[in-house]
């Protein structure tokens, strides 16, 4: 490899990193090649060819005459009859994490009772919490869990940061996702704090239902994705 190609990759992986940690927002212009060139100490060549190959990574696009920008690079989410929230984004080469906000045990409401097949007053344990990708927060996640079936599973989800991997500690092996209901809904100031957005953007909602082996309902959740991050994917 010569010292060129060296050069050329050396820049096209300092921005590319800087736009997968979102340190540019979508549609931000970036420095020209001349700011560029004089920051590397480089010739505007070099920073021509690092700029193709971001643009082969789909990162960037330029417009004539106004310069290069930073492109929405959405993640596709795939809903199907397996959940599984961190594989689903490692298979998009992204880094995923969940951080719990707050959770607590109390009776169910009307809606837990219908979903979850609960009696009345039957105690659920709920979970608020947070899903980065790529250290960037991406959808708030509100889960409620069967208490009276599952009394341990908050102290393992702590531990293990993974819906699956506490089910399977609590013997169920296999999760279903029995159904799914997908909606729009805009931004208010509560959820705009917890994902780094503006008051008013658009956020999908989701709302589903988990089963196990026997469908036996295990887990209610409602997500909201960051709308301008994540798209959906539905497998049929």
């Not at 290069?68 to 080469?93: A, P």
Request: charged share 30%; net charge positive.
């Amino acid at each position: 490899m010569t010292t060129k190609d060296l050069l050329w990759k050396e820049i096209y992986n300092s921005i590319k990193r800087e736009i997968v940690l979102n340190k540019y927002k979508i549609n931000k212009k970036l420095d020209s090649e001349g700011d560029y060139a004089k920051q590397f100490n480089v010739n505007r060549h070099t920073i021509r060819r690092a700029f193709k190959e971001l643009k082969n990574d789909n990162l960037i696009y330029s417009k004539r005459g106004l310069g290069v920008f930073v492109k929405s690079s959405k993640i596709s989410y795939s809903i199907s009859k397996n959940v599984r929230f961190t594989e689903n984004i490692l298979e998009e080469n992204k880094s995923a994490r969940i951080e719990i906000k707050s959770f607590d045990i109390a009776e169910c409401n009307l809606f837990e009772k219908k979903e979850l097949d609960l009696k009345k007053n039957e105690k659920v344990t709920r979970i608020n919490s947070i899903g980065y990708i790529n250290n960037s927060p991406s959808v708030i996640t509100f889960r409620s869990i069967p208490h009276k079936r599952f009394p341990k599973f908050i102290n393992h989800f702590v531990k293990k940061q993974s819906v699956t991997k506490t089910f399977n500690l609590l013997n169920v092996k296999k999760i279903i996702r029995s159904k799914t209901l997908i909606n729009a809904e805009i931004s208010d100031k509560i959820k705009s704090n917890f994902l780094n957005i503006d008051v008013g953007k658009p956020l999908i909602k989701t709302t589903s239902i988990n089963v196990d082996f026997n469908k036996k309902p295990i887990e209610l959740s409602e997500s909201y994705f960051d709308g301008s991050k994540i798209q959906i994917l539905v497998k049929v």
